[in-house]
DNA sequence: ACCGGATATGAAAAAAAGCAACATTATATC
DNA sequence: GATATAATGTTGCTTTTTTTCATATCCGGT
């Protein structure tokens, strides 16, 4: 159960609950801090109900107990939202905590991701990536896909040979012209999207060499030679974005920044050829990064 | 004291804090979800300590004792979700300055969005959206044009009428159409991409609403309503692709979150829907994020 | 109106968890 | 090696939570 629904189900309640119910939700909904750390006896008193009968309010919200109730109002309150406060009381406090959950989730994600990561096979991986006589990169799903996107984006300013795709039936024929000097990523965030597995699967077969980017334990991980993990965790804040797309960049940037320095020097004339084709169109500013 | 610091300290002291809280600090690390959840005794006993100690560990760590302590952990994983938090790897010189050079970029970029951002303005624009009767996003160039389909991404989830255009003949085209329920994103780092700002003069013209994320100097922020400051400052680093993604995405997830709540629970009924239909492709996993 | 059964609520006691005061042990310092 | 200080443990008490059992209330059928 994400910890949305808790609220969802509190003004359920707070509506249509029995007697006790209303007042117990009412009471929690009209201050959720208060609630996160107030004790049973509180509880009971505040809303003139009997302890056990919040306990059982817990349990029939679909927690284990109060402790559980109370874990998921705080997390519930980690990430905040208008609805979930008195609206003119706290405007500054709730932008506050929507900054801070987005800025924290996506420093926690490139944490995880700094630390975990094997540079020893990103710089297997880049060296394949000079290798290759052409880059495919396979994508499918909202985060998957914008990687794939952004991958290519990444590395043909390097020179590098590449194109994503992110429809499944071109990524299966593309799949089925690949050969021994073809380098295929594969990005999906479940590891389970069908076209990409087809498509590692039968890349493979023509002798290609194939990469993954996706979570280690799924079958896609074990259709290819390597794979980079990358795990999007169920968000319990459904009004959040994930967080993984910023681990999912980082990834890319790691991949990207071994094999600039991989092919060396030699990459800036593509940076600068770039550049020159660009300046007809934007003003001349040299300072500006390639390409907005 | 952001609850994401609770981490870091208990790092710190897993490396040099005495032997028992050396114990506890890994025992918590090892396993956040079980020690948000754990009784005194359960966890004193898993460090192989005494259970004063477990709660002299929580106030020393700045909690108020071990009931606040696990509302704290409670509240990392919610932000950084159901995430391991391993040991950094120690890993040689080279390596370790590509993996930083990323990581600082990226957390530069995006704390500079965290102390430039309006959130009056992020507000107002989220209110725009959601009472617009369509939705247009323009971006072009790698990174614009990445933040385009994003934002399109991640609103259209929201049931948000959205659609984001990264063709330059797309953009005029559509613009042509707009009217006053229109509301049109423009998005461009330098603020100079020529079928964006003419898009947006003419969407104007038409009456539609328009909302720049561009260099607040730019020709294209003088053209619309509200902008959104987004500068790409020019990298150093040739090799290393540029951190402002990291920043745009921010900003996106900003309006995005901002949206959802504004709309409120019942967005949760369109991202239902989307994993319903998700369902029949993929293995049934509810706590999947939606869509990859 | 009255009955039987279901449901909701409360009182009291048992169980569990958390905490403080003091005791002990380890460590550092001279 | 004595002493002071910091770190940790033991014990028992308090608070919190849950369970058990009793009571009240509601509701449809007679």
Redesign the interface.
């Known amino acids: 159960m994400t910890?949305?629904d808790i609220?969802?189900r509190l003004?359920i309640w707070a509506a249509d609950g029995s007697n006790a119910e209303k007042r117990l939700a009412e009471i929690v909904l009209s201050d959720i801090e208060y609630a996160?750390?107030a004790s049973i006896a509180d509880l009971a008193l505040r809303a003139g109900v009997s302890e056990p009968t919040v306990t059982r309010f817990c349990r029939a919200l679909g927690c284990d107990g109060i402790?559980?109730f109370?874990?998921?109002l705080?997390?519930?309150?980690?990430?905040g939202?208008?609805?979930l406060f008195p609206e003119p009381l706290v405007r500054?406090e709730r932008?506050a905590r929507?900054?801070?959950?987005?800025?924290?989730?996506?420093?926690?994600?490139?944490?995880?991701v700094?630390?975990?990561?094997?540079?020893k096979t990103?710089?297997e991986v880049a060296q394949h990536v000079v290798d290759a006589g052409q880059v495919y990169v396979f994508g499918?799903?909202?985060?998957?896909?914008?990687g794939a996107?952004?991958m290519q984006?990444?590395l043909f300013r390097l020179g590098v040979p590449i194109v994503a795709h992110t429809d499944g039936q071109m990524q299966r024929m593309t799949a089925a012209v690949c050969d021994k000097r073809s380098l295929v990523f594969a990005i999906?965030?479940?590891g389970?999207?069908?076209s990409i597995i087809e498509s590692v699967r039968v890349a493979r077969q023509y002798g290609a060499r194939t990469i993954t980017i996706t979570h280690p334990e799924s079958v896609l991980a074990k259709e290819a030679e390597a794979c980079l993990p990358f795990v999007?965790?169920?968000?319990?804040?459904?009004?959040?974005?994930?967080?993984?797309?910023?681990a999912l960049?980082?990834l890319?940037?790691?991949i990207?920044?071994?094999t600039?320095?991989l092919i060396g020097p030699s990459?800036?004339e593509s940076?600068r050829r770039i550049r020159v084709s660009l300046s007809s169109?934007?003003?001349n500013?040299p300072?500006?990064?390639?390409?907005?």
Chains 1, 2 share one sequence.
Request: avoid cysteine; charged fraction near 25%.
């Open positions: 910890t949305t609220i969802n003004r996160s750390k402790r559980d109370k874990f998921k705080a997390q519930v309150l980690a990430i939202g208008v609805y500054d932008d929507i900054v801070g959950a987005i800025a924290d989730g996506a420093a926690n994600a490139m944490q995880r700094r630390d975990a990561i094997d540079m990103v710089n499918s799903g909202g985060v998957s896909s914008m996107v952004e984006n990444r999906s965030a479940s389970q999207a069908a999007i965790p169920a968000d319990t804040q459904l009004y959040k974005p994930t967080s993984g797309r910023y960049l980082f890319i940037d790691l990207a920044m071994t600039a320095e990459v800036l940076l169109l934007n003003t500013d300072g500006r990064p390639i390409g907005d």
